[in-house]
């Protein structure tokens, strides 16, 4: 009776409800119905973006359990925070973190600021052809592979055979072990990044100058002012915007070091200064299969670069008002 | 240079000076690749001996005549024009029509959808979840699984949404009045108006098909799978490690050195092909790169 009741007294309020309910859904089958050419371009992409970037953040849970490859991501059981513990008083780990906040800090000291002096310099250079051909050649290492870029610096410092000891050779010193000695991981790597970015990074200062009003030059020249003084006085207070955008974003991405090119060129004797947290990671998951410990690693790195990334994007927000973007 | 003219003394020397420190740094930038070519062309004793400097020493094509005979040579530049080729039109059938459904307004949840890739900017599971996503999808040792797995980036995606998004609707409207649909208003106004931005989005992809390494590495086990790259990682390991190895080949007139730099010319050589037309785009490419999100 008392069921009877309150459904009697539910009725007229859902059939209002699912009139108006009905209405929508017209509203949005005939909606389908118009636009369903858009929605079936995106799905395509949707299912990639779920198949292979969503569902691996799903398997990021074995970061937490006791991953075995007969139980799989979900049979395995939990065991907390176990693989963090082990994480944080491995020795070799802690050194990866380190390493790599300590390259990357080297790159941003020497490697961000050489494309922006690139960048100031080509902005002085008046033979136009000159120009186009030196920008054209600084800007083709970006394209080069870097298992090409280590099999060059491995012919080239190499000992016996390598032209960087046949120069030490005729300064009359004796050849350098230079890719087995670990204090020379980080000369040679941060050196090889900006051999190969320099050129490429300064397009964006490039195009920052390029956008600087002319006017002012203009005026300088009136008020008397040589270009060194414009240099300072114009053109790089123009462009500080854009530097510190790019700033503000390599400090963001501080946790990335191409992993890659440090796995081609460095060597056990030299881990001590050149292993840093992917390359950990690539050891101790893929090649000894301690996959969980090595996927807790990997979410350790994420989320660390997560934050950064994040405080980056809010910081450029607010000098990109200013800027070229 | 009609600015020369008004230039003053001082301003005269400073020119001259970043001119020629810009002549160093291309010098030094240009370096290695001439030194690679002339260790390439070196005897193996000359350049073991490291008295190469900018020519080839005892000229010879010995290193390249090995390389040229080892049937993985061909295998794997083969493979690697299928994975560049392949992956590159993989790419653009995903990120062409994925941008444009992105860049429409009528698009319902249009801001969940962008924010979902987006978010893969920012996050990423990292190496082993990926690695153990792949082996889960029998995707190990898997040309197409290359292909297919590294087709999208959520960066490649926004950058051509953001230049569909600047297409101004009444090139739309025209077409619309002739009855087409989003597939006709994709491939005959938006794909044309693109141009510049689509041939971008392909070169980077080129490029990064051309030069993947790491993945292939870890992913693919099989010598006939295997591309370019990886061949030559393979062989650079080899010849560093193995002393006999480089002493029998120093007896055949070549040597671990001339071999690698040999692998090296060939495989650049193609880039060094197409980089005039890449050169083109990649200017306005990073810029519209840096259109974010």
Request: aromatic fraction near 16%; hydrophobic fraction near 50%; include cysteine.
């Amino acid at each position: 009776m008392a069921e009877e009741f309150s459904t009697a007294l539910q009725e007229p309020l859902k059939g209002t409800s699912s009139r108006s309910e009905e209405g929508r859904m017209t509203r949005l089958i005939d909606h389908f119905k118009r636009e369903w050419q858009i929605y079936a371009m995106l799905l395509p992409t949707i299912i990639w973006f779920i198949v292979f970037l969503y569902k691996p953040m799903y398997g990021l849970q074995i970061a937490f359990k006791d991953y075995s490859i007969f139980r799989g991501v979900a049979g395995s059981p939990w065991i907390g925070l176990e693989h963090f513990n082990t994480l944080f008083s491995n020795d070799q780990f802690i050194r990866a973190v380190w390493n790599t906040i300590q390259i990357s800090a080297l790159n941003l000291l020497f490697g961000f600021p050489a494309p922006i002096i690139l960048a100031l310099m080509f902005n002085e250079v008046l033979h136009a052809s000159f120009k186009r051909t030196s920008q054209t050649i600084v800007y083709l290492p970006h394209f080069i592979s870097s298992v090409i870029i280590s099999g060059i610096v491995i012919t080239a410092f190499s000992p016996s055979a390598g032209i960087v000891n046949t120069v030490i050779g005729w300064l009359g010193f004796e050849p350098v072990y230079f890719l087995t000695q670990p204090e020379w991981f980080r000369p040679i790597f941060v050196g090889t990044g900006i051999w190969q970015e320099a050129g490429f990074g300064s397009i964006v200062f490039l195009a920052a100058i390029a956008g600087v009003n002319p006017s002012l030059y203009e005026s300088a020249v009136v008020d008397g002012a040589n270009r060194w003084q414009m240099m300072w006085k114009i053109t790089v207070p123009s462009i500080l915007p854009t530097i510190l955008i790019m700033l503000i974003i390599r400090i963001g991405n501080i946790m990335e070091v191409s992993f890659e090119l440090v796995i081609l060129l460095y060597q056990p004797s030299t881990y001590e200064t050149a292993d840093v947290v992917n390359t950990w990671i690539y050891r101790q998951g893929l090649q000894s299969g301690q996959y969980d410990l090595a996927a807790a690693a990997g979410l350790f790195n994420a989320l660390v670069a997560f934050v950064l990334v994040m405080t980056a994007n809010t910081l450029s927000r607010r000098f990109s008002r200013t800027s070229l973007w | 240079m009609m600015k020369w003219n008004l230039y003053s003394r001082g301003d005269k020397i400073f020119a001259i000076a970043v001119s020629v420190l810009i002549g160093m740094f291309t010098i030094a930038t240009l370096y290695p690749f001439i030194y690679i070519a002339a260790v390439s062309f070196s005897s193996g004793f000359a350049a073991q001996a490291g008295k190469v400097v900018l020519t080839p020493i005892d000229a010879t094509l010995d290193a390249y005549g090995y390389i040229l005979k080892d049937p993985q040579f061909w295998i794997s530049y083969r493979n690697t024009f299928i994975y560049t080729i392949g992956g590159t039109i993989m790419s653009m059938l995903f990120i062409i029509p994925g941008a444009y459904a992105l860049s429409r307004p009528q698009l319902k949840g249009r801001r969940y959808f962008n924010l979902f890739i987006a978010f893969t900017m920012w996050f990423n599971a990292g190496l082993i979840p990926f690695f153990l996503n792949m082996r889960d999808l029998n995707m190990l040792d898997s040309m197409f699984g290359i292909i297919l797995a590294f087709a999208v980036n959520a960066f490649n995606i926004i950058l051509l949404r953001n230049f569909f998004e600047a297409i101004p609707q009444s090139f739309e409207e025209a077409a619309r009045m002739d009855g087409a649909n989003d597939f006709q208003v994709l491939w005959k106004v938006f794909v044309p108006l693109s141009k510049p931005a689509i041939a971008t989005i392909t070169l980077f992809c080129i490029v990064s098909r051309w030069n993947g390494f790491f993945w292939a590495m870890v992913l693919l086990q099989s010598e006939e799978k295997i591309p370019l790259q990886v061949f030559l990682r393979h062989t650079i390991s080899n010849l560093s490690d193995d002393d006999e190895f480089s002493i029998a080949l120093g007896a055949a007139g070549f040597s671990a050195e001339t071999v690698t730099a040999a692998i090296i010319v060939c495989s650049i050589i193609p880039v060094l092909m197409v980089y005039p037309f890449i050169q083109k785009y990649f200017e306005k490419g990073i810029l519209l790169g840096g259109v974010k999100e």
